[in-house]
DNA sequence: TCAGGTACTCACCAAGACGTCAGTACGGGA
DNA sequence: TCCCGTACTGACGTCTTGGTGAGTACCTGA
């Protein structure tokens, strides 16, 4: 994302955090579906790439929204969670998504 | 910014509405001060540049979230205001930008 | 022995978001 | 007469974001 410090206001910072490609989607998965491993996040978002997926998770890892446990087995395993700061973000933005959902026909109209 | 539709989910539509790097600093000085002209708004908002401000209204307008309103005299008079539909907007994001204020700290100093 | 599944990492590339800078038309004021 | 301020527009370049496709280590089961 394109950083855009010091913010001036709440939503920037918000923005910064949430505004990735596939955060929104990988947020609103780990809240419906609770912790999934890495292949079943990948299953769950058919469009996104491993690399994507990665390097989002890691963004979201970094910023505290998302937790990463690691099973020491082979074959390897690795689980994904919302934390409770992530949880929070969550409850934030749903008024968003409620907003995108309900106008999502008149968004898909004007966008070219 | 990437459009990635069909959307998944209503949070991917609402992003891609106000993911622009200015969008949401648009709409909130918008919404806190009003009808504004195109001067106010960029002395409003220092950091942006003039090419950029215009391409973020003109997005915003597209999406009918912002209404232009041209007085014809000399010199030239551009208003730009919320609409009611970017007002549901603005009503959307708040408890956002509340979570990002109440976490900036937090937020500038988890990122690089 | 060898393919398969796990969760990655890395090099490279294309698209587009963003920034810089110059230029426009118009009339008012010095 | 010339410069100022208004609200733009357009060419050009850069830098970030995201995508492709390859390769990694490990053990399991056939």
Redesign the interface.
């Known amino acids: 994302m394109?950083?855009?410090?010091?913010?001036?206001?709440?939503?920037?910072?918000?923005?910064?955090?949430?505004?990735g490609?596939w955060k929104?989607?990988v947020?609103?998965t780990l809240e419906d579906q609770g912790p999934l491993r890495f292949g079943e996040l990948r299953r769950a978002?058919p469009?996104v790439t491993e690399k994507m997926l990665i390097q989002q998770l890691r963004e979201l890892e970094?910023?505290?929204l998302v937790h990463r446990e690691i099973y020491h087995q082979v074959p390897p395993k690795v689980e994904y969670s919302l934390t409770d700061?992530g949880r929070?973000?969550e409850?934030?933005?749903?008024?968003?998504?409620?907003?995108?959902?309900?106008?999502?026909a008149?968004?898909?109209a004007?966008?070219p």
Chains 1, 2 share one sequence.
């Open positions: 394109a950083r855009n410090r010091p913010y001036t206001c709440g939503l920037d910072a918000a923005i910064d955090v949430v505004g490609k929104a989607t947020l609103w978002i469009a970094a910023d505290g700061f929070t973000l409850v934030a933005l749903r008024p968003l998504g409620d907003w995108g959902h309900a106008n999502m008149r968004i898909e004007t966008h």
